[in-house]
């Protein structure tokens, strides 16, 4: 088991903490008190509520793809979002937050999007603006997933 895997994430549909089992597939988990699937090897849509506590409860690697509706390459790159959602399931979470509906911009240091923020243990460690292609997404966390680099971006979320 990789050192960045995700061992405990929250359950987006009722924000129930779950530990994620090392036994079973990681698309397989299911949440211990709605029944409802994890959903760790699809992007899971959150709002500011959520994400803070997704950030604040999973352990390993979050990626964030900050997105809008009216927005072209966010769009474009929704696809290759989700395929490499399930290229990374169980090694990272990937979450969408819609910039339209969240007063995290600023917090999160966003400028222009579509951005992409990785996490570990809730602190920023890398990001990226821009159409990104599964592979190049699954690559560029791959990367993360090997070193122990501390944080260089702030602040804490
Ligand atoms: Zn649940």
New binding site residues.
Partial sequence: MNAAAVHQTI?T????V?RVPEDKPAHTAK??????SLGLDVPAELDDAMLARLLEKTSGLVLLDVWAPWCGPCRAMAPQFATAAKALAGEARLAKLNADHSQMMHQLGVAGIPALILFRDGRIIDRKAGLMSADALAQWVREHARSTTSPKFGPNI
């Fill in positions: 359950c549909g009722c924000g129930t779950n949440c211990g008190r709605c029944a409802a």
